[in-house]
């Protein structure tokens, strides 16, 4: 009992000073602006979608159409051209720098999942709703003990300036998409509280490859459920395990066409 009320007031303490955001989307080399609050003459380039959050705070209710792209989430009207097989660096900042200086609260482990959604036409008009998300990449904890004392991908970040890397896939089918970077915090776990950090962008993905996604994939509201023991009541403070299953719908697997059928002549 003693515990579980320490670990809330820990919790409760960081929280308020741990909120972030993606400042910066570098799409194949070429940064464009995410999105903050505080920018009050953003990029006429900038791709990332808007939301109203005023301290940059999670999204707690799996159910809720915020879980697509943050509170109140707005696409932007800008796309970033991206070859499939190129890469995209999320850059997560802190709204509190003196006390999270490297982008994210150490405080603040989790996992980090990177999705995307075809839009099926042009994504700033499209209905978030509707998005169906594909996992294109994740890491959870990395190394050493599943709680605050291993080495999360929310750790490797932070190691990284901020900087969490997703690779588009060579194998889906141009088109425009929606991708969206996301960190579960998992510091109120234990109380059935995961925070919930996404942030969206516009991209409009080249090349010659042929999976559609426009089938597949899984809507923001349907990604999670509490019935994920990982995420609804885990405690990250105390576990003495090693393993961690990562939430959500499975990594993305390219489609594997079959072989040709080859006729060969019949000699008698």
């Not at 960081?14 to 009050?40: C, K, L």
């Not at 900042?93 to 990177?114: C, E, F, Q, Y």
């Not at 900087?163 to 089918?173: C, D, G, L, Q, W």
């Not at 995961?194 to 962008?201: A, D, N, S, T």
């Given at each position: ?6 670990f ?37 380039d ?30 932007s009207p800008?796309s ?53 998300w594909?996992?294109i ?19 490797d970040?932070?190691a990284n ?28 776990a234990?109380?059935d509280e ?8 516009n ?14 994939g ?8 509490p ?22 719908p499975a990594?993305?697997?390219p489609?594997?066409?079959s072989a040709?059928?080859?006729?060969c002549?019949?000699?008698?």
């Open positions: 009992m003693l515990n579980a009320l320490f809330t007031v820990v919790a409760l303490a960081t929280q308020a000073a741990a909120h972030g955001y993606i400042r910066t989307i570098t799409v194949d080399g070429v940064p464009r602006e995410g999105f903050s609050r505080w920018n009050m003459n953003p990029a006429p900038a791709i990332g979608w808007s939301f109203t959050t005023p301290d940059e705070g999670p999204v707690l209710d799996i159910s809720h159409p915020d879980m697509v792209c943050r509170h109140d989430g707005e696409a800008n970033a051209p991206v070859a499939a097989g190129g890469r995209v660096d999320f850059f997560w900042i802190s709204d509190d720098l003196v006390r999270n200086p490297d982008g994210w609260a150490p405080g603040h482990k989790g996992p980090i999942m990177t999705y995307i959604a075809p839009c099926n036409g042009d994504c700033a008009a499209v209905d978030k709703t509707t998005l169906r594909t996992k990449a994740e890491a959870g904890i990395i190394s050493g003990p599943a709680n605050t004392q291993g080495y999360w991908a929310t750790d970040m932070r300036g901020g900087i969490n890397s997703a690779t588009i896939p060579s194998s889906i089918a141009p088109g425009n998409y929606v991708i969206r970077n996301e960190i579960i915090a998992l510091h109120r234990h109380i995961p925070e919930f950090y996404m942030q969206c962008g991209i409009q993905v080249t090349g010659t490859g042929t999976d559609d996604l426009s089938g597949s899984v809507v923001a509201t349907q990604l999670y459920s019935a994920d023991t990982q995420l609804f009541g885990f405690s990250v403070h105390d576990n003495r395990g090693t393993e961690w299953a990562l939430p959500g990594l993305y697997q489609s594997v066409a040709p059928t080859r006729e002549p019949f000699t008698a």
